[in-house]
């Protein structure tokens, strides 16, 4: 068999498995319109300076629009023997343009090409995500605007704690995915450098001009080092990274969902259109969107790890491990989006248990700090010593199988005498949330300034 790339050199074609395992024509396919980019911006800058003739630089051009239509139509004949899309388009281009095409490739490498593919479409990707964060966030300020003031147990180790604002937990979510589109607009900062024209590794004595194709593609300059811009897939991992990042945030949510959507809790119900029934309970409504959220989440993380592993050993500079950085980061931007999607309808449409939510914020003496802060306030208490004396009292009420505010004064005054009735006022769980008015804390008013801050920020 004749080689089909490589005929100069070889006498004879690939075996069956070698074109199996070196073929990413299967996965790379996914870069059709990146590559075709990048091509075009390359034959363009050839062109104006006159490395290639203005009319092969027009035939190029065109052709690859050709080749680009194909594909998009769905009609393109992908190719194994010709290996990845770099080739399989080349391929097609000189199939409809003829001999022009065969000067596309002048002072460009693959490993240039495929560098600057996956950077480009990385770059969607962030910028996808960044989007999807922020229908998220509009979501859970949504949730936040309507919930401002009901209350809700705010919990440490998923005990009760102290009383919380419905609206201030869901602005909690709202803040830590602030933080997650940020580390993508970072990572996308670092690396919007161009590495075409670095070609295979060393750079080219043909006249090129990187700016020109950098600007042209959307970058901020070119990379400085032609080794470090066809080596390093850092950019892949920063993207990895964020997404870890923000996916974890999906998946504390959703664990939360899950809980919240119990029968023992009843603090939300999902929607209909995000919830499953069961195929023999028929009382059942699962929340298998936040389930599935919960668990594409290690997919994400397994990314991450996989391509740190894959790019750990590799010397200088392009080695053919680093094919194997596509799939994985194609499947865990999938997930990231997918999550991200469906964690926005869930939150959109589910609706908070006001009753439910208030009754259990009452419960589990969850006022006992306001009723310590009041002794410290009132009769002057050290702190430590109120803690001593409201822990008998929750003592009390917990042998008595009672909450807080359903002891009489009588029982107060037994534990410490000076206890006057004015404390009722501070066991209550509404006016617990109120007076948490320190900057960044529950109070109802807080979230609202929270609230329009936020509206302010992504509007
Ligand atoms: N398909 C290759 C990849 O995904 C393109 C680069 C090939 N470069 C090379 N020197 N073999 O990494």
Same mark, same amino acid.
């Given at each position: 068999?004749s ?21 990413s024509i ?13 091509s ?16 092969d630089?027009?035939?190029?051009r065109?052709g690859?629009l050709? *080749? ?9 004949q ?12 080349e391929?097609r281009?000189?199939?409809?343009i003829?001999?022009?095409a065969?000067?596309?490739?002048t ?6 090409q495929v560098?600057?593919?996956?950077r480009?479409w ?9 989007e999807?964060i922020?229908?998220?966030?509009n ?12 209350v809700?147990p ?6 009760t704690?102290q009383?919380v604002?419905w ?6 979510? *709202? ?10 607009t970072d ?7 161009s590495?075409?024209g ?36 850092d950019?892949?991992?920063?993207f990895l ?8 945030h ?19 119900t ?35 790890t996989?391509?740190m592993?894959v ?6 500079t ?18 990231l989006m ?21 009754q ?5 003496f969850s006022?006992?700090t306001?009723?310590?802060?009041w ?15 409201t ?15 359903d002891?009489?004064?009588?029982d ?9 009735r004015? *404390?009722?006022? *501070? ?14 804390g ?13 509206k302010?920020?992504?509007?």
């Amino acid at each position: 068999a004749s080689n089909a790339m490589w005929g100069g050199r070889f006498a004879d074609g690939p075996d069956a498995i070698m074109e199996a395992i070196n073929a990413s024509i299967g996965f790379d396919q996914r870069f059709a319109r990146q590559d075709i980019e990048g091509s075009r911006a390359h034959a363009a800058m050839l062109g104006a300076q006159g490395v290639i003739t203005a009319s092969d630089m027009e035939a190029i051009r065109e052709g690859l629009l050709t *080749v680009l239509s194909e594909i998009e139509g769905g009609t393109f004949q992908f190719s194994t023997a010709l290996e990845d899309i770099h080739m399989n388009v080349e391929a097609r281009l000189s199939e409809i343009i003829g001999e022009p095409a065969g000067r596309l490739h002048t002072g460009r490498s693959r490993n240039d090409q495929v560098a600057l593919d996956f950077r480009l479409w990385v770059r969607d990707q962030m910028d996808a995500a960044i989007e999807g964060i922020a229908a998220l966030q509009n979501a859970l300020l949504a949730q936040a605007e309507a919930g401002a003031d009901w209350v809700m147990p705010g919990f440490t180790h998923l005990q009760t704690a102290q009383p919380v604002t419905w609206g201030h937990h869901m602005l909690a979510y *709202v803040e830590m995915l602030g933080r997650d589109a940020s580390r993508f607009t970072d990572a996308r900062a670092r690396m919007n450098e161009s590495p075409l024209g670095a070609a295979a590794l060393a750079g080219t004595s043909f006249d090129i001009d990187r700016d020109m194709t950098a600007t042209a593609l959307g970058f901020d300059r070119p990379a400085a080092n032609s080794l470090d811009a066809v080596s390093d897939r850092d950019f892949v991992l920063d993207f990895l990274n964020a997404a870890s990042i923000c996916a974890m945030h999906l998946s504390r949510l959703s664990e939360e969902l899950v809980i919240w959507s119990s029968a023992q809790f009843r603090f939300v119900t999902l929607s209909d259109r995000f919830s499953t029934g069961s195929s023999i309970m028929p009382q059942k409504k699962n929340p298998d969107a936040a389930e599935l959220i919960r668990a594409k989440v290690g997919r994400i993380f397994g990314a991450n790890t996989a391509l740190m592993m894959v790019m750990k050993g590799l010397p200088m500079t392009y080695s053919k491990d680093m094919q194997e950085d596509k799939e994985m980061t194609f499947d865990a931007a999938d997930s990231l989006m997918l999550a991200l999607a469906a964690m926005t309808g869930m939150v959109a449409d589910m609706s908070a248990n006001r009753p439910a939510l208030e009754q259990a914020a009452a419960s589990g003496f969850s006022t006992a700090t306001d009723l310590a802060d009041w002794l410290v306030r009132t009769l002057d208490m050290p702190f430590r010593e109120a803690h001593h004396v409201t822990g008998a009292l929750v003592k009390l009420a917990e042998d008595k199988g009672c909450d807080l505010p359903d002891l009489s004064l009588a029982d107060m005054t037994g534990v410490h005498p000076k206890i006057t009735r004015d *404390v009722f006022d *501070v066991l209550g769980v509404y006016n617990s949330v109120a007076s948490r008015t320190s900057y960044g804390g529950t109070a109802p008013d807080n979230v609202r300034a929270q609230v329009a801050r936020w509206k302010e920020r992504l509007a």
